[in-house]
């Protein structure tokens, strides 16, 4: 029985040629059904790639190189179109970053919750509707049937990130992508946000892929952590570990870095420039020992 | 675009002249045969060159005089109105269609369409537009459909053109990314999700050609490209008027200002949608 996800060796980079960058130097991850895994690291660990590479919305540049993204034992990277599509929005679905721009400003509430519901389910146009008003009760949004006809500009970042959650529960999927969703949100809104996503993750069993910065959330909501740098998976462990016994030195410094309420700001310690810059040096280094064992980078052979 | 876009608009004085012109000329074209005082082709040589209202020697009747074989030119202007709102209304759809269409194929897919596009619409814009609708109207032979199929021929790279800028702006927008992360396949992302935020666009171009259609037409009429001569065409009046304009001035000068009227018209309901419509001038 294979895991529910499991990515294997996976290389991404942005670009062509010798303009090609590396983003993702050979990522693994195990996710089972339930599972509620953080995807840790700071800006530019290649985080926020790993879900959008997942979910098939990698911006026209990026391309995968290497490795395999295994839904169900089946390669969702190297699926045709057709069947790839059917899985998204029923199998795997997203809660986005941005609530504010991640809603079609031009389209009704309904419209846009009914849409994934009458894609997968095949719902018609009325059932659809009733099911709408459902999942906006089921995300605690007073008033379903006034949102239902309101246009996202009229909503508050709160809501709209209710009502996207709600699409993304909406055919029950076995997997959410979760990049930042706290990210945009006020601080106080951030709280009944993760309790919300916690507690509808809980209810229906649906794995979650954490993607965040905040080693705070991720004691509240996950069970297993990986901790990424410069495209890398540092240290991969239940949560208890990672918090009780770090074992990389990364992510001790990303600990102290993290700000704590019962620590004054001044015992934040930055990450210490000398290990960022030590982890960059062993990427570099393994661009080039695959550069030098005629790996493909840029879709051709390095130049010897 | 909801209730508000449309309050925000009525209030625009642009867009209230706009329509002020828009709504005459669709009241003459529709009710020509109604408002009309007399027949438009009716000849009656004996009250020909009879002048405006205004001027000494006017012949009851005829409130705008008549031209050269006594025809009644208020009457012929508004008959003219009918071609005009034709011509611009046909090739404004039949131009927008094809355009938008292209437009938003290039831009969404990218690649190999988007590069046969493009250098399409390169080459197109390279030729000087009116002079390629009258070897257009030249080879396929005069007459309106001819008329209308050179504008649509020309003048779909206008809406390609925008339309293919902003599906590039759209596509890079967090909610195309959320339509495919929930299944939707490229031509439902394209045309329902993308399609829908460029409406407000597609209303500006939309009105701005259908002045410019109106411009082409009187350019083919006046070079006896369009419809039968004899028949009341605004440019067909010109050509016509051009020739007396020593003895009657006003029977060019009078179907000049409906053409004037008629574009500037047009031209602002144009720019104050785009005021009132658009968020990057709104800003």
Redesign the interface.
């Known amino acids: 029985m294979s895991a529910l996800l499991e990515i294997r060796d996976l290389h991404l980079e942005i670009g062509t040629g010798r303009a090609a960058l590396p983003v993702l130097r050979g990522i693994d991850l195990v996710l089972e059904a339930g599972e509620v895994l953080g995807l840790v690291g700071e800006s530019g660990a290649g985080k926020t790639m790993v879900g959008k590479a997942l979910l098939g919305i990698l911006p026209p540049a990026a391309r995968i190189t290497q490795g395999q993204i295994l839904y169900q034992g089946r390669d969702i990277a190297a699926m045709p179109a057709k069947p790839r599509l059917a899985l998204l929005g029923r199998d795997l679905a997203m809660i986005p970053q941005d609530p504010m721009s991640s809603l079609n400003p031009v389209i009704r509430i309904a419209g846009q919750i009914t849409d994934v519901l009458r894609r997968h389910l095949g719902l018609s146009r009325r059932a659809a509707y009733e099911r709408a008003r459902a999942l906006l009760e089921s995300v605690h949004i007073r008033e379903p049937e006034r949102v239902l006809r309101q246009y996202p500009h009229e909503l508050s970042g709160g809501m709209r990130q209710r009502v996207l959650i709600a699409i993304a529960f909406a055919c029950r999927p076995k997997l959410i992508v979760a990049d930042e969703p706290t990210t945009a949100l006020d601080v106080t809104v951030q709280r009944q946000i993760l309790r919300l996503i916690r507690d509808l993750q809980a209810n229906s069993a649906t794995a979650l892929l954490f993607v965040t910065h905040d080693l705070g959330l991720v004691a509240k909501i996950c069970t297993k952590v990986s901790v990424m740098h410069a495209g890398r998976i540092l240290e991969a462990a239940p949560v208890a570990q990672v918090f009780t016994r770090p074992q990389h030195p990364y992510t001790s410094a990303l600990f102290a870095a993290t700000p704590r309420y019962d620590r004054p700001a001044e015992a934040l310690t930055p990450v210490p420039e000398a290990l960022t810059a030590r982890l960059w040096a062993e990427a570099a280094a393994y661009d080039a020992a695959r550069a030098a064992a005629g790996v493909a980078v840029g879709g051709r052979a390095a130049d010897a | 675009?909801?209730e508000t876009a449309w309050r925000r608009s009525l209030g625009n004085p642009r867009v209230l002249f706009g329509l002020a012109v828009l709504a005459l000329l669709a009241l003459a074209a529709l009710g020509a045969p109604l408002i009309a005082p007399q027949n438009p082709l009716h000849q009656d040589l004996l009250a020909s060159f009879a002048p405006p209202f205004w001027h000494a020697g006017v012949v009851p009747g005829h409130l705008l005089g008549t031209d050269d074989l006594g025809r009644d030119t208020l009457s012929r202007l508004i008959y003219g109105a009918r071609i005009a709102l034709t011509v611009a209304v046909i090739s404004a759809t039949a131009a927008g269609l094809i355009g938008t269409l292209l437009g938003l194929a290039a831009g969404y897919a990218?690649g190999l369409p988007d590069a046969i596009v493009s250098r399409l619409v390169d080459v197109w814009m390279a030729f000087p537009p009116v002079l390629l609708s009258i070897v257009l109207v030249a080879v396929i032979g005069a007459g309106l459909e001819a008329v209308i199929l050179a504008i649509v021929i020309v003048d779909w790279t206008r809406f390609c053109r925008i339309v293919r800028a902003e599906v590039l702006v759209q596509r890079e927008?967090?909610?195309v990314?959320?339509?495919?992360?929930?299944?939707?396949?490229p031509w439902r992302v394209a045309l329902q999700?993308i399609l829908?935020?460029l409406?407000p666009t597609l209303i500006v171009l939309f009105t701005l050609e259908m002045g410019i259609a109106i411009t082409v037409e009187a350019i083919l009429s006046f070079v006896g490209l369009s419809i039968a001569s004899g028949a009341p065409s605004w440019g067909g009046m010109i050509a016509e008027g051009r020739l007396y304009i020593h003895q009657a001035w006003w029977l060019m000068t009078l179907p000049v200002g409906c053409i004037i009227v008629s574009v500037l018209g047009l031209n602002a309901l144009g720019d104050g949608l785009r005021q009132t419509l658009d968020p990057l001038v709104r800003r």
Not at chain 2, 177 to 185: F, K, S
């Open positions: 675009m909801d990218g927008q967090d909610y990314a959320a339509a495919v992360a929930i299944g939707l396949g999700e829908r935020n409406l």
